[in-house]
Nanobody, 124 residues
Framework: QVQLVESGGGLVQAGGSLRLSCASSERTFSSRAMGWFRQAPGKEREFVASISWTATIIDYADSVKGRFTISRDNAKKTVYLQMNSLKAEDTAVYYC?????????????????WGQGTQVTVSS
């Protein structure tokens, strides 16, 4: 059983920054692609960013390109999401997810383990 624990969420003013972390319990973390997704109230969960096992392939949703950066530290078994220039519409619960493949995907159905989520609230 893989456990993913997110942290770093909180309340921030528009234009501010937050850094989310997701720590994995998996021994073979370095061989897995990881992703970040978010779900706003009343909306479906949506793709935010993904990163391949060696971080050579990274993808972002159009809505966060140029503002968010996904990265990983395989030695610490942790994936990060640096969020800058935050907007009110970024308010959501953010989830990290693990894919059994080394190749990342933007489809949430391709991920088999999920964290419990961390709340990000951006005040305008």
């Amino acid at each position: 059983q893989v456990q993913l624990v997110e942290s770093g969420g909180g309340l921030v003013q528009a234009g501010g920054s937050l850094r989310l972390s997701c720590a994995s319990s998996e021994r073979t973390f370095s061989s897995r692609a990881m992703g970040w997704f978010r779900q706003a109230p009343g909306k479906e969960r949506e793709f935010v960013a993904s990163i391949s096992w060696t971080a050579t392939i990274i993808d972002y949703a159009d809505s966060v390109k140029g503002r968010f950066t996904i990265s990983r530290d395989n030695a610490k078994k942790t994936v990060y999401l640096q969020m800058n220039s935050l907007k009110a519409e970024d308010t959501a619960v953010y989830y990290c997810a693990r894919r059994s493949s080394r190749i990342a995907s933007s489809s949430l159905n391709e991920y088999d383990y999920w964290g419990q989520g961390t709340q990000v609230t951006v005040s305008s």
